[in-house]
């Protein structure tokens, strides 16, 4: 078995202890004075194994102890040196700072009641008050470096325990920053998408129709809608734009967000650019006059149904495309659908990715609603299915009720 190398800062007090030893000797320093059964030369043996235990104090401090502890009785026989004593004192404290955590606890109970039973053994052989320093000089040696080795290792895990609990708060800081910057980046998209979609996608359809149609009457008719929805798409970029150097902390003015007030006009445009496709926009509003909803869920609502009149031009079929709004103060919810033909249609089409039904829903659920989309079987429209989005917002925003 090879002994771990010893630490350079245990090298050091070991040599300094037996230097310090020798020293003692050479000027015939003894701590037990002339009445041991031994020679002074003998007091050098375990001032030397105790400097050699000190090497093991950090890598194996309860062998060390022990060792220790048994070349101090056998120093008890011996003039005694002062080094010695010191260095049996340090292997205390460093069984304890260096040790496991049942050692650290048991040591310094083993060493108080080592101390009391040696104070009250020497006052009962001795019969003499003097005898009090003796059990004095065994608490200072045993019991005071083992006390101060668990105050210095506590201090030290409570350290490292702080060290931890800090570098956990700096992790989910992280986390949360990283957290936070994806859920802009996916609200960001979602404006981006919403705003743009709806204008793109009728220059999309639009343009295809005036390059496949050879008709002048109709091209003019598909440019003019074409410049209409650049201008409103390019208007709707600037006013993303401005709200990014808002919050970026520029001095640019954030406009406003869209609102339902704005439904009448979304769904007029809808209508022109549907027009040529054989789709008419209807649009209708119960809420009966209600005031202001709250900002988060008048722009989620208005986005639905800006989305919905988006997938509407892109794929239904001829025939009407109907928006509902509603407020159902009891439930404290509104409620949006989108009802339009469900099927295949000639002429020219915006592709799509899908991401649209994705960011209503993100958009829902972020507000705590339900939400759902798909084919149903025609009922008022007539046989043909038809393509339901519905939507459900209640009217709660971070625990906070707003009255309609």
Known sequence: MTLPRPHRDDV????????????????????NGYQAPLPGWVTLLPLTAM???????????????LAGTAVMVCDLFTPGSL????????????????????????????????????????????RNPGALLIGVITGLVTFGPATTGAIVRNHREAADAARLRAEQTALLAEMDRAQAVVAERA????????MVANHLSAIAIHSTAALSLDDEATTRQALGVIRENSVAGLDEMRRLIGLLRDS??????????????????????ARANGAPSGLRFTLHDARDGAGALPAPVELAAYRIVQESLTNALKHAEAGEVRVTVELDDAEQVLSVGVRSPFGRRPGPRAPGSGAGLVGMEERVALLGGSFEAGPAEGTEGGPHPVWIVRATLPLLVDDKEFSA
């Open 83 to 126: 080094a010695t004593v010191m260095m049996f004192a340090d292997l205390s404290y460093a069984a304890v700072l260096y040790g496991s955590p049942g050692a650290a606890r048991r040591i310094p109970v083993i060493t108080g009641m080592l101390t009391i039973a040696v104070t009250i053994g020497f006052l009962a052989w001795l």
């Open 51 to 65: 400097a050699a235990l000190e090497l093991l104090r950090r890598s194996m401090p309860r062998t060390a102890l």
């Open 12 to 31: 050091l007090i070991a040599v300094t202890g037996l230097l310090g030893g020798l020293v003692l000797w050479s000027f015939d320093l003894h701590t």
């Open 248 to 269: 970026a902390g520029g001095d640019t003015e954030p406009a406003a967000a869209p609102t339902l007030a704005g439904l009448e006009a979304l769904v007029a445009q």
């Open 187 to 194: 609200r960001m998209a979602r404006e981006l998408h919403d």
